[in-house]
């Protein structure tokens, strides 16, 4: 049934299938379908190697990386693509070897129990975690869909009685802490159990995967649909949960539009399962997911969950840029959803996807904050700055709002550590999160955001976070100046925050610049910090930094200021400059910072007894004993390093002069080049779009409309 | 002149140029020739945005990476690529444009004395040191003999007299103390001065070249040829500045194969120009050349200097192996030589470069020690064990005899600093090398090989260092078992160094082990340090380190020591180990160092006032008060972690035993596997070819012939 659903979707023509089925004859694969072509040929190298290697089913013993984990995730890849080559070819080896995989499984699980390896999570019985046990059967159930109508009747029962059925229940009726949360476990839970409800012709497991274990619509699919996106369709968790999360939402959407096409469950909330395969694309740069809250840096559009959202978001929409995505994947997958985007793809149809900038609503309404993306051209890999406005995201959010990301064709240039955690690595805490992601990873510290006397936001609680939006007050999402503006009064007790980021393109200079203005405003006496952490080699400084050249101590105690060795400390009076290289770009750090402003250039890595960490570079602007603050900084990318031509220019800094004053409502900076060029931004107070302001700038009128205006000083306008 | 010069070697059809004389006219330029296309497109490029931009010769100021520096270095490609696309279109816009810059010159270049901005270098005219004003005369005398014959004459006599003759004459007769030396400057100086003479007609410029000032011979190209390459081609400074140095050889050689063709110049002493083209190609990993002594490590076979080579050298043997590297340069030069390879290479001509293992002997006799490259395949990029066993490399050289580095298909894993120096970046140090350079990147602590009571090898002078070669006692560069053994006695006083490394395929692993046995004889008590530097995270060791969690100080005061930041310092009984990882893949170091030995973790970075070092992990074996030592270590590539699939295998190290004794001259290292299987290896004292060994290892026979013997211990062959 399963195929049926995929059929349906695809429409795909099978009649070119005996060139699979007949490798060796040298029938030569139609140039349409290479990409699908490739799909089917790694698979035949994998199932036939599964076949030689003969079934393998042990008894769950080893956490996340252990021996028996990954041979079970083997099985359920071997069960799908075995399944999918059986429709494909038609060779009965595949078959053998999917059925005798499933009566394993059918001999091993009725006799399971909890996980042994079980920890922290919620235990499994083929994995230390449920969640595992879901994407177990999700895969299986797709895989044994292409089989169960060919096999013995006994055999078929087997299966159902004893893996599908008991998997299926063990997920929902015997999991109910899982499947009915709102959460994306319970979307892997619910799409296993659907799947498995379609599949066995099993109303009340479908019912209970889309409407909640009691029917009524509190949970299920259906409700974290509504739930886990905002109406722009960003997952709250973030990019790189909003990957994982998709691959259950799209595969069992695409299941229910085969069998209950009367839903119309892809134009289910203005089309939301969609929407969120749109956003996840959206909120990659260079095809890898914006590593904001945890996450695991190498994480691309080249993945598993991808390939599956890609092909059916193109089969359900023929929208063409999803075939760019596709090419730049290289990858689809097995059905016939991939086969259908894969000869679309070689038939030259793909357009290319537009990365526009974007103010990504979060929270289920869409107001509770914003993920903000700017970028100044459509590129997959050109400038994008990042301000993260949004909610906490949950267990796995961070302490970071207002916080801000800088990617351009180096690669990340502004950084967000991401997660502490080597994936599946079993030396490394299981391959769980490792301490130091609680310690470090989520620390406002490790952010480049305010921190106010060295404490975690909203005191490092996740759930009183998750409690207290970022308020999105406006994003300029075109023209030559966009800009975001955010603000949040609850995320230290007594201290508001309020911040403006720019990203100004500039008639003459190749990369644009970024504008930050940040204000505290609190009650008492306050120690700031504002951390840039950036990627990169440092060339120099106008600070004059004192170093800890031959003794380097830790930064303090708690909330991830354990973990920074600090390298200088350093004042400068004015504006002053941190330049770094990152590739073959140069880029500089200006600052105006609140008077009485240290410079601390710090780097991570102290406290790790296990060697955790990577030590990466930041420069923390702190004031003390103050009640409000203005910190004023830019980013300026700038000249070219050739390494094969060994040609340098630009290597110094263009921006040599920055003048920040509050004035009229606003706070007005002016920035001056080297080469004399003048121009001034204005950020008030009032964001109404169409309030009008007014003010002077060098005995000059400067007028705008709205929370954001320039003024190109360079021509000469004045009388 | 020239012209005839490339025209012979390259023999070249121009009849195809008109499709590029008016690519207007949307004629599409043949297939056959595409990567001639690209560079004719990419020069044209270029130099139309020099003619739109004008004729700026300024007046010498800056160094290195300075405006006028890159200006001058402009100008002289512009000359160089204008003269050529009007030799290809006929425009005589490129006439034009190269007449007036070097009519600029004309006026400019006989007013000049010593550069402003000279420094330690030789002072140059145009560019602080006198080598770039070489480099410039190459370019341009090769740019300008292709529009000199349809000058009018008073120009044609205004440049030869204040621009060619008169460069000629600064970089012979008036800098003897460049041109007559033996080293990559006077290569450069020759190769511009033959070049003029050439051009010129001017015999006693030519002659100078070539023999020296004094035309005796004992100086100039011919000699260089004779001293700065061993017979294999490898060039005494190293990979870097053989890279460097290639470019005036090749060019001038061609030169002299077009002018002087009885010299038989290709055929001079075996070939050695082809010689060191191939061996510069050798001397990559992954098209990057290996960086041992000063090097850069972002320089690869992607660099002017390479296209040139590649297409002379292809021109002069048409060996079709020289294509498949052009293929990957992507690029090649616009002389007739680059058309007849782009040619070749179009027409599927090419034939994979075979990267064969070679012990490239040093010195001008090959017999002053060696570089010893292992490589278990052909390719490009796979295993590579390099045993640095050269000579000192003049005053580029490291004090790192016996060092050694391992790269593989992840980039380079046991590493080498290379050179401190931010090339052309005026903020560091004015683009010069920075004084890290000496202190840290040369030091024998920042290598991988033994240092002797915290102090450099040679007591770090480096005419001490290249008045004693390093002995190669023999290389094995077949079969499963390659190795390398070479011994040195003058690099401290007192106490004899001698190192076997292994590169050992084994059944059943991907990857091949790295096997090292380091032995030291010594009088009197010593501190042995061995470090390993390395590229990757940290995965976990089972070495108790006590850890400097809090506050890191360094681990000495000088000779590198002092750069050297402290985490850890631990011991352990037996067999010790430590494990990283780097990209998809885990690398173990097994160690059985000599009773008593700490290990010391440690991390570059340590006294760097001005950030100009990268910090880099070190493992140091020390054992104090000792008059010998021997250091047995083994590193284990391992596994596979895909972060898109999230699939992790065989994180944990295979190799669980190591024994090493002493017996029947011989050192045998017997290695067990956590399988249950074991090999045994021997390295004999005795390393005659035709020496028979016996000894016994697990109460069986062990028998070979030769330096290095093996026994596979799992096979039951035991009576």
């Given at each position: ?478 023209g030559p100046t966009?800009y ?18 720019l990203l100004v393109e500039v008639e003459g200079l190749?990369?644009p610049l970024t504008i ?74 200006h ?41 004023v900084?830019l980013?300026e ?17 263009r921006v040599s002069a920055m003048d920040h ?6 706070d007005i900076l002016t920035v001056t080049f080297a080469d004399g060029r003048r121009f001034a931004v204005a950020v ?11 003010t002077?700038v060098d005995?000059r009128?400067f007028?705008w409309?709205?929370?954001v205006g320039r003024l190109d000083l360079s021509r000469e306008t004045r009388?």
């Amino acid at each position: 049934m399963t195929r049926s659903l995929a059929l349906l979707i695809a429409a795909a023509t099978l009649a070119s299938w005996p060139a699979f089925a007949q490798p060796e004859g040298g029938a030569a694969v139609s140039v349409q379908a290479s990409l699908f072509a490739e799909e089917v040929a790694r698979a035949r190298h994998e199932v036939d190697a599964a076949i030689r290697a003969g079934v393998n089913v042990p008894v769950p013993r080893d956490p996340g990386g252990g021996v028996t984990h990954e041979q079970h995730k083997r099985n359920y890849r071997t069960i799908f693509e075995g399944g999918q080559l059986y429709r494909l070819t038609g060779d009965r080896r595949y078959l053998d070897h999917v059925r005798a995989l499933l009566l394993a499984y059918a001999d091993l699980y009725p006799g399971l129990g909890r996980h042994p390896a079980a920890a922290n999570q919620v235990a499994g019985r083929l994995f230390w975690q449920s969640l595992n046990d879901s994407v177990f059967l999700v895969n299986a159930v797709q895989g044994y869909a292409e089989i169960r109508d060919v096999l013995p009747a006994a055999d078929r029962q087997r299966i159902d009685d004893n893996v599908i059925c008991p998997m299926a229940h063990f997920l929902s009726d015997e999991s109910p802490e899982v499947i009915d949360r709102i959460h994306n476990h319970a979307t892997w839970a619910a799409a296993g159990v659907g799947l498995s409800g379609y599949l066995l012709g099993d109303r009340d497991l479908v019912d209970k995967a889309l409407l909640g274990l009691d029917k009524s619509g509190k949970t299920g699919f259906l409700r974290q649909l509504d739930l886990l996106f905002s109406p722009d369709g960003y997952y709250a968790e973030g990019p790189y949960y909003q990957r994982y999360a998709l691959q259950p939402f799209v595969v069992f959407a695409a299941a229910i539009a085969a069998h209950d096409p009367d839903r119309e469950i892809f134009a289910y909330r203005d089309a939301i399962v969609l929407k969120a395969v749109r956003a996840a694309i959206d909120v990659t740069h260079n095809g890898y997911f914006i590593p904001v809250n945890d996450a695991i840096r190498d994480k691309s559009l080249r993945t598993e969950e991808l390939y599956h959202a890609v092909a059916i978001a193109y089969g359900a929409t023929k929208d063409p840029t999803f075939l760019s995505i596709a090419d730049w994947q290289g990858r689809t997958v097995l059905t016939p959803a991939g086969e259908q985007l894969a000869g679309d793809l070689a038939a030259r149809k793909a357009q290319p996807w537009r990365f526009d900038s974007r103010a990504l609503g979060d929270g289920p309404d869409g107001k509770q904050g914003a993920l903000v993306l700017l970028r100044t051209d459509g590129g997959r890999d050109g400038p994008l700055l990042v301000a993260k406005n949004s909610v906490q995201g949950m267990g796995h959010g961070h302490f970071d709002r207002l916080n801000w990301l800088y990617f351009d064709e180096t690669g990340p240039v502004v950084t967000d550590y991401g997660a502490a955690r080597f994936l599946n690595v079993e030396a490394k805490h299981g391959g769980r999160y490792v301490p130091e992601n609680n310690s470090w990873a989520k620390a406002s510290i490790a952010h480049n955001t305010l921190v106010v006397d060295e404490q975690n936001q909203f005191g490092g609680k996740w759930k009183v976070g998750e409690e207290r939006p970022t308020q999105q007050l406006a994003a300029g999402l075109a023209g030559p100046t966009r800009y975001s503006i955010a603000a949040i009064d609850t995320a230290y007790k007594g201290v508001a925050m309020r911040r403006a980021l720019l990203l100004v393109e500039v008639e003459g200079l190749a990369n644009p610049l970024t504008i930050d203005i940040l204000r505290a405003t609190g009650g008492g006496r306050h120690v700031y910090d504002l951390p840039l952490h950036f990627s990169g080699h440092i060339i120099d400084s106008d600070i004059d930094f004192a170093r800890h050249l031959a003794e380097r101590p830790v930064l303090g105690t708690a909330n991830g200021y354990q973990h920074l060795w600090v390298d200088g400390v350093g004042a400068r009076a004015g504006k002053a400059r941190l330049t770094w290289m990152q590739g073959s770009r140069f880029y500089s750090y200006h600052m105006l910072p609140p008077a009485g402003a240290r410079f601390i250039l710090a780097e991570s890595g102290a406290n790790d007894p296990q060697f955790n960490l990577r030590r990466e570079p930041a420069l923390i602007q702190r004031v003390e004993g103050a009640a409000d603050a203005v910190f004023v900084s830019l980013l300026e990318p700038h000249g070219k390093y050739d390494a094969s031509s060994e040609s340098v220019v630009a290597s110094k800094a263009r921006v040599s002069a920055m003048d920040h004053r509050r004035a009229d409502g606003a706070d007005i900076l002016t920035v001056t080049f080297a080469d004399g060029r003048r121009f001034a931004v204005a950020v008030a107070e009032d964001v109404a779009p169409t309030a009008r302001h007014r003010t002077t700038v060098d005995g000059r009128a400067f007028e705008w409309t709205g929370p954001v205006g320039r003024l190109d000083l360079s021509r000469e306008t004045r009388k």
